[in-house]
């Protein structure tokens, strides 16, 4: 299974999307990594979305998700497109995450605690 994980390059954390500046995908058998630029960095608004939506391009719909991972609608989208999570503490490490899957001491959830999702902000036109 491969799993999108949103990190800080120079801490190796976990992180919300609009915090980090790389998506790994993790290969749970092969423990393969592949790592590319976030593509929210580059986007004022809508930056949640738009990382599903990449990951969804890449065929993947498992993310790691710390808290205010998603907002209201990237969380509704997310849902509608079948993705699943594992629940990460914030200040997660990659290295620690692994590790967790390898003893299998985390599990693959369909649903998130509403507590955990970000309000979504609404963008009004400029007059």
Same mark, same amino acid.
């Given at each position: 299974?491969?799993?999108?994980?949103?990190?800080?390059?120079?801490?190796?954390?976990?992180?919300?999307?609009?915090?980090?500046?790389?998506?790994?995908?993790?290969?749970?058998?092969?423990?393969?990594?592949?790592?590319?630029?976030?593509?929210?960095?580059?986007?004022?608004?809508?930056?949640?979305?738009?990382?599903?939506?990449?990951?969804?391009?890449?065929? +993947?719909?498992?993310?790691?998700?710390? $808290?205010?991972?998603?907002? *209201?609608? #990237?969380?509704?989208?997310?849902?509608? =497109?079948?993705?699943?999570?594992?629940?990460?503490?914030?200040?997660?490490?990659?290295?620690?995450?692994?590790?967790?899957?390898?003893?299998?001491? +985390?599990?693959?959830?369909?649903?998130? $605690?509403?507590?955990?999702? *970000?309000? #979504?902000?609404?963008?009004?036109?400029? =007059?």
């Amino acid at each position: 299974m491969q799993v999108a994980v949103v990190l800080n390059s120079k801490t190796e954390k976990i992180v919300p999307i609009v915090e980090g500046d790389i998506i790994r995908l993790y290969n749970t058998e092969t423990e393969k990594t592949e790592d590319f630029t976030n593509p929210s960095i580059y986007l004022s608004q809508g930056k949640r979305g738009a990382v599903v939506k990449w990951a969804e391009s890449q065929g +993947i719909t498992v993310l790691a998700a710390p $808290p205010s991972m998603l907002c *209201e609608l #990237s969380y509704d989208s997310a849902k509608s =497109k079948g993705f699943h999570y594992y629940r990460v503490s914030a200040n997660t490490g990659f290295a620690e995450f692994k590790q967790l899957l390898k003893d299998r001491n +985390i599990q693959l959830v369909t649903d998130l $605690p509403l507590t955990e999702i *970000e309000p #979504s902000a609404i963008v009004l036109p400029k =007059k």
